[in-house]
């Protein structure tokens, strides 16, 4: 499998890079889990940090603070209607992506962790309620 295309293939790269201490702090997951045991693990995270859109998703919409690498667009958007003008302490672009900047991140993410599930748990209560509108919204414009 292609290291460009398999994030196993690269974590494992970087996991095997790591010292045996820092090996006792992090797990690599083997690519054995299907999407809803993954966003099981994902919600019993202290925070997470990742690229792919659907397990950011995943962290967010359970209340465990994200850092979502954007090599895409789509990560710059979510995170800016999660967090509004904040979304820069959680959205790291590609030319930022450095060991400090990211590991800055995780940082304030663990310094800041009550509060901001405290937020996350509001903003997806809100973001429940407007989405559970939006049948009503598509009904009004039908009529």
């Given at each position: 499998t292609n290291a460009h295309t398999n994030d196993y293939t690269f974590m494992k790269k970087v996991f095997d890079k790591l010292t045996e201490k820092a090996k006792v702090q992090v797990n690599l997951l083997e690519p054995i889990y299907d999407a809803e045991e993954l966003k099981w693990i994902i919600s019993n995270l202290l925070v997470?940090?990742?690229a792919r859109t659907h397990s950011t998703i995943a962290s967010i919409s359970t209340n465990v603070p994200t850092t979502s690498f954007a090599y895409s667009m789509k990560a710059k958007g979510i995170n800016l209607d999660v967090f509004g003008s904040d979304y820069?302490?959680?959205?790291?672009?590609?030319?930022?992506?450095?060991?400090?900047?990211?590991?800055?991140?995780?940082?304030?993410?663990?310094?800041?962790?009550?509060a901001i599930?405290?937020?996350?748990?509001?903003?997806?209560?809100?973001?429940?309620?407007?989405?559970?509108?939006?049948?009503?919204?598509?009904s009004q414009i039908v009529k």
């Amino acid at each position: 499998t292609n290291a460009h295309t398999n994030d196993y293939t690269f974590m494992k790269k970087v996991f095997d890079k790591l010292t045996e201490k820092a090996k006792v702090q992090v797990n690599l997951l083997e690519p054995i889990y299907d999407a809803e045991e993954l966003k099981w693990i994902i919600s019993n995270l202290l925070v997470f940090a990742g690229a792919r859109t659907h397990s950011t998703i995943a962290s967010i919409s359970t209340n465990v603070p994200t850092t979502s690498f954007a090599y895409s667009m789509k990560a710059k958007g979510i995170n800016l209607d999660v967090f509004g003008s904040d979304y820069t302490k959680f959205c790291i672009e590609p030319h930022e992506m450095t060991a400090g900047r990211i590991s800055e991140s995780i940082k304030y993410m663990l310094d800041n962790r009550n509060a901001i599930i405290d937020d996350l748990k509001e903003i997806n209560i809100q973001n429940r309620k407007l989405a559970a509108m939006a049948g009503t919204y598509l009904s009004q414009i039908v009529k």
